[in-house]
């Protein structure tokens, strides 16, 4: 090649990628695109960050969702105020129903163990729920423990707390949730505001104790992994 | 003579005078130079500008919101919409039957709760001047794939993918959430932030539920899509709507907007469309905007300065032509002997004109081709200053590439000048008598 058609060359190679331009976007990489968990919080007023300064921030299945579960879960916060078993049966388990959850968390009990001893619909009803919401789609069901109620009077306090005990493991135990001790994390009797603006006796707990609540069932649902529904 | 001969021999001239060879050479490049660039940047304002308008960009569409025209304003760019009208399925359906109507992208969007992140990342820490608690917003859903067409700007970081599930970008309202502006919207790009959707219930006083998921941002812009501070795909908000519909109808602090869709972006067959299809839509009942004035404005703006720049470009070229026309005519004073042996030995008025426009030509060919390429790099350059600039306004920035007719234009455009200009030397240089030019001598 001579020198002169070599340096044709160089010209036209330049004026042909000069013919190009333009900048691309920059920015963070894409996510990719992958099976949703869906986790449910069935539950009554700790789960919705009753007793705390900043509900919504600071409930324990919020802390929960932002610290353990993958970044691609959708939390729905099904809980209802003063809800009883019963009551969850009635309003909580169509929610949960309807998203399909991959795993679940259940906290109850407060209530009925305010009002006296376990009786023994309170089983049953458990139970049932536990079992409707394994039935959904093999769903992780992890169930919370009771919890010694600072309302109650010392002595009542700890056998109230072991006869409910028994109840939630009877009821896990016939249905294969999983349960989540919260022995430890005995609410401090901080007598919260509750829902009727008088201080709530059922389980008011601040933020300290959210993240105690969070971080057993952290613990458990670390035990084992959860499988992914396909939306 | 051979046209082979002939090119030799100009080829030999330049050589031997390669100092003027050398001037008029730098003269022709740096007109071409001068005119590529300049045509290369008016090509970068039409696509940032003009194409935009006249081919479907955010400029050239029609918003449509979800109310009833505004009878008293029909003639205004933004009217003042009438009052709330549901803007549904059947309505979309109509608006993209009409005729003049390119394309039609609906605008959702949702009522939202943000919980942003307690730790904020480094760089953003400080900067910051607040810290924002829960922040209750709106979501703007479209179908991503089309957001070039919409009034939607980039500041920082990208838009989210059409797909995605965890990626909001936001907008200057929510950067003013932490007190920052637009030059420090990177900051906020990779936080990640709980989104929650409400639903309501009642108990005692009206209460909700979430449903709630974690949305990294991935982008800051500017967008006039539709009121709201996280701007993401149609279907997070369509997920998003749809559990909040789910809730009881209770009071009317929060809740779905009773349109389905917030606003609908209409984009017309053409420019001339504009007007006539928003009359259309007015007709099906709905309010529109659009910038029909600004538009013809800027359009005759374009053209001015278009042809102000070509002017200069070709004056440019013109004096370079006369410089070639100078040079020339001096090689030709100085070379009547060789024009006279030329002839002495056979060669024809004809031959003589040839090697004198060959000069002339490879003249302009060189001063074309390092023109256009320099035109090139100058245009490169200004237009990475201009983007830099572009950027810090939030704005998306042009894009510099020279298309190939501009090339082809720079080169082949030099070397007809430099024919041209090369026309009446050659033409003295032919018509030289072999004896006077011997003579002369």
């Known amino acids: 090649m001579t020198r002169r058609s070599l340096c044709l060359l160089v010209a036209g190679a330049v004026l042909l990628a000069a013919c190009g331009g333009g900048r691309e976007a920059l920015g963070p990489p894409v996510a990719a695109v992958g099976p949703r ?91 049932k729920l536990l079992r409707s919401l394994r039935a959904i789609d093999k769903t ?82 670390g035990k084992r992994s959860t499988p992914t529904s396909a939306r | 003579m051979s046209w082979r001969d002939a090119f030799a021999l100009a080829r030999r001239s330049v050589y031997r005078r390669l100092g003027r060879a050398v001037l008029t050479i730098l003269a022709v490049t740096l007109a071409a130079a001068l005119l590529t660039s ?49 803007l549904d399925d059947v309505a979309l359906r109509r608006i ?75 907008t200057e309202t929510f950067l003013q959430r932490y007190g920052i502006g637009k030059r420090d919207a990177a900051t906020v790009v990779g936080m990640q932030l709980e989104i929650g959707s409400p639903r309501k219930y009642a108990f005692g006083n009206v209460r909700v539920r979430g449903r709630w998921t974690k949305q990294t941002i991935v982008g800051v812009v500017a967008q006039q899509a539709a009121n709201g501070e996280v701007l993401t795909g149609a279907s997070s908000v369509e997920a998003a709507r749809s559990w909040t519909a789910g809730g009881e109808q209770i009071g009317d602090s929060i809740g779905p907007d009773s349109s389905p869709y917030a606003g609908l972006f209409v984009i017309a067959a053409g420019l001339d469309q504009i ?85 002339a030509g490879l003249l302009g060919l060189a001063g074309g081709l390092l023109g256009t390429v320099g035109g090139w790099g100058i245009a490169r350059t200004l237009g990475s200053v201009v983007n830099r600039y572009l950027s810090h306004q939030g704005l998306v920035g042009v894009q510099v590439g020279m298309p190939a007719v501009v090339a082809l234009g720079g080169i082949v455009g030099a070397t007809v000048l430099a024919l041209l200009a090369g026309t009446v030397p050659a033409q003295r240089a032919a018509g030289l008598p072999a004896r006077q030019a011997m003579g002369d001598e």
């Not at chain 1, 169930?143 to 109650?152: E, F, K, Y």
């Not at chain 2, 099906?284 to 404005?297: D, F, K, Q, R, W």
């Open chain 1, 140 to 221: 992780r069901v992890l169930v919370g423990s009771a919890v010694a109620l600072p309302s109650l009077a010392p002595d009542v306090r700890t056998a109230r707390k072991a006869a409910y005990d028994a109840a939630i493991a009877k009821a896990a135990a016939a249905t294969g949730a999983e349960v989540v001790p919260l022995g430890d994390i005995t609410a401090t009797g901080d007598q919260q505001v509750g829902t009727n603006g008088r201080p709530d006796p059922a389980f008011p707990i601040d933020d300290h104790e959210s993240e105690a609540v969070a971080a057993a069932f952290s613990k458990a649902f």
């Open chain 1, 37 to 127: 968990s869906v986790y449910v919080a069935i539950g009554s007023d700790e789960e919705l960050g009753e007793g705390s300064a900043n509900a919504l921030q600071s409930s324990w299945p919020q802390v929960f969702f932002r610290r353990t579960l993958p970044g691609n879960t959708v939390f729905v916060n099904a809980a209802a105020h003063d809800a009883t078993v019963e009551a969850a049966l009635d309003v909580q388990l169509p929610i949960a129903r309807q998203q399909r959850p991959t795993i679940v968390s259940v906290v109850l009990g407060a209530q009925e163990e305010l009002a006296g001893d376990p009786r023994p619909q309170f089983t049953d009803q458990l139970t």
């Open chain 2, 38 to 86: 300049l045509l290369v940047l008016a090509g970068a304002a039409r696509t940032r500008v003009l194409n935009q308008l006249s081919k479907g960009g955010p400029l050239a569409g029609i918003q449509v919101a979800a109310a009833a025209p505004n009878l008293g304003q029909l003639d205004r760019d933004s009217p003042q919409p009438g009052p709330p009208k549901p």
């Open chain 2, 275 to 359: 007007g006539p299809v928003r009359s259309r839509i007015t007709q099906v009942g709905y309010s529109t905007s659009a910038p029909e004035n600004l538009i013809n404005s800027v359009q005759r703006y374009l053209h001015v300065i278009e042809i102000v720049l070509s002017g200069i470009g070709v004056i440019a070229l013109v004096i370079a032509g006369l410089g070639i026309t100078n040079a020339m005519l001096a090689s030709v004073r100085e070379r009547r002997r060789e024009i006279g042996v030329l002839k002495a030995i056979g060669a024809r008025d004809r031959d003589v004109r040839h090697v004198f426009l060959l000069e």
């Open chain 2, 96 to 170: 993209r039957a009409l005729r003049g109507v390119a394309s039609v992208i609906a605008v959702e969007q949702a009522p939202i709760v943000v919980i942003p992140p307690t730790r904020i990342p480094r760089a953003l820490q400080a900067v910051a001047s607040r810290k924002p608690g829960t922040i209750q917003t709106t979501m703007i859903g479209t179908e991503l794939q089309d957001a070039s067409k919409l009034p939607i700007s980039i500041i920082s970081g990208r838009l989210p993918a059409p797909n995605a599930q965890t990626e909001v970008a936001v």
